[in-house]
């Protein structure tokens, strides 16, 4: 399918659960000190788009259509997460930790993705 110069797997730090966990503390924080949520939903964010970016450089995210919805999916609760650390009441305290969970839990099903791609390829 395509060459990769980096295996995509590596593009998911070994930090990330850390990464998750300040993004919990951020939400317990109050409206003036979120920055260090939203700095660490952020790093998580980055992961993201750093392993989509990758498939579009070779062309080949239109093959993976389970790697689509996945993105579907995660689009909301980021859009939701990044007001909420902005100080928006869009969601409150419970919900930003249940779109963390669910990011959190997709973050790992990608990265196993990666992980079969970089295997078969």
Do not use: Q, W
Not at 1 to 9: G, V
Not at 63 to 88: A, T
């Amino acid at each position: 399918m395509f060459e990769k110069a980096i295996k995509l797997e590596s593009i998911f730090h070994d930090n990330r659960k850390y990464y998750i966990s300040k993004i919990y503390e951020g939400i317990d924080c109050p409206v003036s000190s979120r920055e260090y949520g939203k700095l660490h939903l952020k790093l998580i964010k980055d992961m993201f788009d750093s392993f989509k970016a990758e498939l579009e450089e070779y062309n080949s995210l239109k093959h993976f259509d389970s790697i689509n919805l996945l993105y579907e999916e995660v689009s909301y609760p980021f859009e939701r997460l990044e007001k909420f650390f902005k100080g928006s009441k869009v969601i409150n305290r419970k919900t930003a930790r249940i779109f963390t969970y669910f990011i959190s839990h997709k973050l790992e099903e990608l990265k196993s993705m990666a992980g079969e791609i970089d295997f078969n390829i």
